[in-house]
């Protein structure tokens, strides 16, 4: 039963009963009140909203299919606010092409907040960007898809999703230039001038942004200098390179997208190719400037052996909306897991809690729902089923993971399906 039709059920049992009692006094205090009534009604119709404002819709899916007809695009699994993911999907699927959406095998896809507007990176072949807009009807549309901005791999938006960062590749070294979004239109355009674009090294695997603090976070893990880039914002067009940036930590960053921010106490945390204790946690202040946490680097389990997997710079490692928990993919042995670390707010550390389960082989692209109640990630079965992907647990604000009722969904056959090339949860808002 959905929230709505519990809200509904709560009015009608209030209602009836007040019905049933003599005229009171209107005391709020008083159960028997119409004052008393009103002021519980109208709680319980404020708790849907604020719990509903951000519901789980659906789970973008890039995809590709490497054999004859060869095809490329993008899936939209719908996703139930109380079951989780399904095998429903809609779909934008076409003839890979180097002219135009969807390219040949798609990179990466972003959502900006608080919209239902996807971003595809068409990747190696033709380096385009595609915008679709999904309906609260489920249809979609194409609003732009166009060249012109670079070779792109990475993209972050900022908390209005008005702006984004993105990398360009063709330049040596790399930069990071500025985008603008039209809300209404969703049009992206090119937004340089002044400090914009600026260089970041060889081969950035990693993007994120502090919008509390205007600074830009990214991690590189080859070439040199080797580290994570802190740029901090000072205009729409200026800023300045924190000091000591690229911040070289002991362990060069692993080649995973995972850079992650946990604002409101200004912490960072990011993986490394240190295999039995790969997650290091720094904080920065307000103009970026990086240090380690004295307990830094962390292990999720004592027999860690191993990763999650690293092509096109997937993530293993993703920070929940509320900022409290960190969600790992490893290796122990020859089997894969997810597990959750707890966040200590003042001091930084890392806690591994019991939430551990076992996933998937070679798992990748983790994904933390915008509402905070659902974890995804694509891994695949191996074996004679030989099958890609999408796995899901459901979590509650207290911190317990459970396996979700429809987990694993089947992509398609390895040998000669669709694999999955990134995923990003879209959601349904409530203004």
């Known amino acids: 039963m959905n929230h709505l039709k519990r809200f509904f059920i709560f009015l009608f049992i209030i209602s009836a009963s007040f019905d049933c009692k003599m005229p009171t006094l209107n005391n709020p205090a008083d159960p028997l009140s119409d004052e008393y009534g009103k002021n519980a009604a109208l709680s319980q119709l404020i708790a849907y909203w604020l719990s509903e404002k951000i519901a789980p819709d659906g789970l973008v899916v890039a995809v590709t299919k490497s054999t004859i007809p060869y095809e490329a695009g993008i899936r939209i699994y719908r996703v139930d606010s109380d079951l989780g993911l399904t095998s429903e999907f809609d779909s934008d699927v076409r003839a890979a092409t180097t002219l135009a959406f969807p390219g040949c095998s798609p990179l990466r896809v ?8 996807i971003i595809t990176i068409t990747g190696a072949g033709n380096h385009w960007m595609a915008v679709h807009r999904y309906g609260i009807d489920r249809s979609l549309a194409i609003v732009q898809d166009q060249v012109g901005f670079g070779n792109p791999t990475l993209i972050k938006f900022t908390s209005d999703g008005l702006r984004a960062y993105a990398n360009n590749t ?16 969703g049009i992206l355009t090119i937004n340089n001038g002044g400090s ?53 930590p002991a362990d060069n960053p692993s080649q995973h997208n995972n850079l992650c921010v946990v604002e409101n106490e200004r912490l960072l945390y990011m993986t490394s190719a240190n295999v039995t204790s790969p997650i290091y946690g720094i904080r920065y202040d307000e103009n970026g400037n990086l240090g380690l946490l004295p307990n830094s680097p962390f292990s999720p389990d004592a027999s860690v052996s ?3 997997a690293v092509d096109n710079n997937s993530t293993s490692l993703a920070v929940n909306p509320e900022g409290k928990y960190l ?8 089997t894969f897991y997810i597990r959750i670390l707890s966040i200590d707010p003042s001091t930084g550390n890392l806690t591994p809690t019991e939430q551990k389960f076992s996933v998937g082989n070679g798992p990748k692209h983790l994904e933390w729902d915008g509402s905070g109640r659902f974890l995804y990630l694509a891994s695949d079965t191996g074996g004679t089923t030989n099958n ?17 009722v429809n987990s694993p969904i089947t992509i398609g056959d390895m040998s000669n399906g669709f694999s999955p090339r990134h995923i990003k949860a879209i959601q349904k808002y409530y203004h």
């Open 388 to 404: 890609f992907q999408l796995e899901y647990f459901s979590f509650s604000k207290d911190g317990v993971m459970t396996r979700g």
């Open 306 to 308: 191993g990763t999650g």
């Open 196 to 248: 914009f674009p600026f260089s970041v090294g060889c081969s950035p695997v990693s993007l994120n942004v502090s919008n509390k603090d205007n600074v830009v976070f990214t991690a590189n893990t080859t070439g040199t200098p080797l580290g994570i880039f802190s740029f901090k914002k000072t205009g729409d067009y200026s800023g300045v390179f924190a000091s000591g940036s690229p911040y070289d």
């Open 110 to 117: 972003a959502i900006p907040p608080s919209s239902r507007d």
């Open 170 to 185: 063709t330049t040596n070294p790399n930069g990071i230039f500025q985008l603008a979004r039209d809300k209404d239109s």
């Open 327 to 334: 969600a790992y993919l490893y290796q122990a042995g020859g």
